[in-house]
């Protein structure tokens, strides 16, 4: 990575445009860079944890986003049609950048039984008398 590339981008821009649910595509052209140098810039380990919490911050705008569209969409079928794929978007995009709040959520349910054997039963009394 060479440091004209990157001595364009402000962090500070980068972090607001990020939290505002714009696409990497979009901040890195108006930064003047290309995406890869713009990836390069936000992995730097002084930027990495801004960056993170900037992209958990961004999913609640993206998943209003998703609302928004859906509510703004107007009556033909087409546009509504169009609109619930955006709104999927954008809640899938949502899930990405904060699978904690809008990931799916996953119910684990462990129902274990079984039974022992004359053999194993017997063994166990003689492991418990010689403790």
Known sequence: MSANKTHKIDIESVIKALIEGLTYR???????????????????????????????????????????????????????????????????????RNPKRYGDKLDIDANISGSLTWNEVKTYDTDKKTD
């Open 26 to 96: 979009k901040i890195a052209s108006i930064n003047g860079v290309s995406l890869s140098a713009l990836s390069d810039f936000l992995m730097q380990p002084e930027h990495s944890a801004r960056v993170r919490e900037a992209l958990l911050s961004s999913a609640n705008i993206i998943a209003d986003m998703a609302e928004e569209v859906l509510m703004e969409a107007p009556d033909s079928a087409i546009e509504i049609a169009r609109a619930r794929e955006l709104a999927q978007h954008y809640r899938w995009k949502a899930k990405c």
